[in-house]
C-alpha cells in the first residue's frame, strides 16, 4: 500500500539528486572519454560508471554525516539508489543513442550539450514517476529519508 505522504514533489527531490550524481559522473566521463581519444563505447561505459559512483558518493556522504558506519551507508546508497540511477542510465543513454549526431558530437557542439540536456529531462520524467511507486513501498529514497535531520 502506498504511502499517503509520498509525494510528486518528494519523487522529484529523489530524482533531482539522482539527476545531479548522473549528469556530474556523465559530463565527467565524456570529457575524460573524449580527452583520451576514446571512442562511444568506451566512454559510454565509463560516463555510466562514474554516473553510479556520484550517484552513490552523494547519498554515502549524506548519510555519513548522520552518522552511519561506512558499511551502514554502502548498503543505504545500494538500496536507495540502484534502481533510480538505473533507470536514469537506461533513459538518458538511450536518448543519446537516438538523437541523431549526439554520439558522434563534441564537447564544444551545442548538439552535444542540447541533446545531453533533452536526455535528461526525458530521464527526469520518465525516473520521477518510478521513485515516487518506490518511497512510496519504503524502497529507494525512502532508505534515506530516516537519516536526514
Known amino acids: 500500500m502506498e504511502h499517503e505522504t509520498t509525494s510528486w514533489g518528494m519523487a522529484a527531490k529523489a530524482t533531482l539528486h539522482c539527476l545531479t550524481g548522473c549528469a556530474v559522473g556523465e559530463v565527467l566521463g565524456m570529457i575524460i572519454g573524449t580527452a583520451l581519444g576514446w571512442g562511444n563505447a568506451p566512454t559510454m561505459l565509463l560516463a555510466i560508471a562514474l554516473a553510479f559512483l556520484f550517484g552513490y558518493s552523494l ?12 558499511r551502514a551507508a554502502v548498503g543505504v546508497a545500494l538500496a536507495a539508489d540502484t534502481v533510480s540511477i538505473l533507470v536514469m542510465e537506461i533513459v538518458d543513454n538511450g536518448v543519446l543513442l537516438v538523437v541523431p549526431g549526439a554520439m558522434d558530437a563534441h564537447l564544444s557542439d551545442a548538439l552535444f550539450w542540447g541533446a545531453l540536456a533533452f536526455a535528461f529531462l ?3 520524467l520518465v525516473t520521477t514517476p518510478v521513485n515516487k511507486w518506490m518511497i512510496g513501498r519504503g524502497k529507494g529514497h525512502a532508505v534515506v529519508h530516516q537519516y536526514h535531520h
Open 59 to 70: 547519498t554515502l556522504w549524506a548519510v555519513k554525516r548522520a552518522g552511519l558506519t561506512l
Open 122 to 124: 526525458v530521464a527526469f
